[in-house]
C-alpha cells in the first residue's frame, strides 16, 4: 500500500507536481520494497530545475537477495536529469553509490561515477561511459570497471533482435 500525495501548480508558467508519499509491503517491476518515502517535485525533464525528487527504499529486492537500502535522487539540470543513487547490503559488504545524467531527450545516459564495495572487494567505474539509445537499440562504446584486482572492459549494443557485446576480463581470480 502506498499513500501519496500529490499537488499540481504552474509556477513561473511551468507545470509541476509537488508529491509526498509512504508505503508498505509494494511489489513494483517484481522487485519487493517493504517501506518507500517518496518526496519532491516533479518537472518536464526539458525544463532545467524543476525536479528535485528523493526516495528512500528499505528492504528492495527479490526472494534471492535483498538490500537493506536504496537511496536516490533526482534533480533537474539544464542538460536534463541528475540521478544519484546509493545502494546497501550489509551481509553481503555491499555498499554502492552512483551518479549519472539522463538527457532531456531520454536518449543518453551518462554514468559517471560509479564506486563503493561489492562482496567485500572494492569497485570502481574506470572513467565515465555513455550508453545511447536509439529506435534500433541501446548501444555503449566502452566501459571499463575495476572489481577487487580484475578489470572489465566492454563495449556493445543490444537491440529487440540483436545482441552484440565484447568484453574482456583481466586479472580475474574466482579463488
Sequence with gaps: ????????????????????????????????????????????????????????????????????????????????????????HQSSGTSLSSSATLASDLKRLAIETLRGTLLRQPLALE???????AASGIAWPRAALNFGPSRLNSRGSLSPTHADIHAELADFDPA
Design 1 to 88: 500500500r502506498m499513500d501519496l500525495r500529490a499537488a499540481l501548480d504552474a509556477r513561473h508558467g511551468k507545470q509541476r507536481a509537488t508529491l509526498e508519499g509512504q508505503g508498505l509491503a509494494l511489489t513494483v517491476a517484481g522487485l519487493r520494497i517493504d517501506r518507500a518515502r517518496l518526496e519532491g517535485s516533479l518537472a518536464d525533464p526539458a525544463l532545467p530545475g524543476g525536479t528535485d525528487l528523493r526516495a528512500e527504499l528499505r528492504g528492495v529486492g527479490t526472494e534471492d537477495i535483498v538490500a537493506d537500502s536504496v537511496d536516490a535522487r533526482v534533480r533537474g539540470m539544464d542538460a536534463g536529469l541528475g540521478l544519484h543513487l546509493e545502494l546497501s
Design 127 to 133: 572513467a565515465p561511459f555513455s550508453i545511447t539509445s
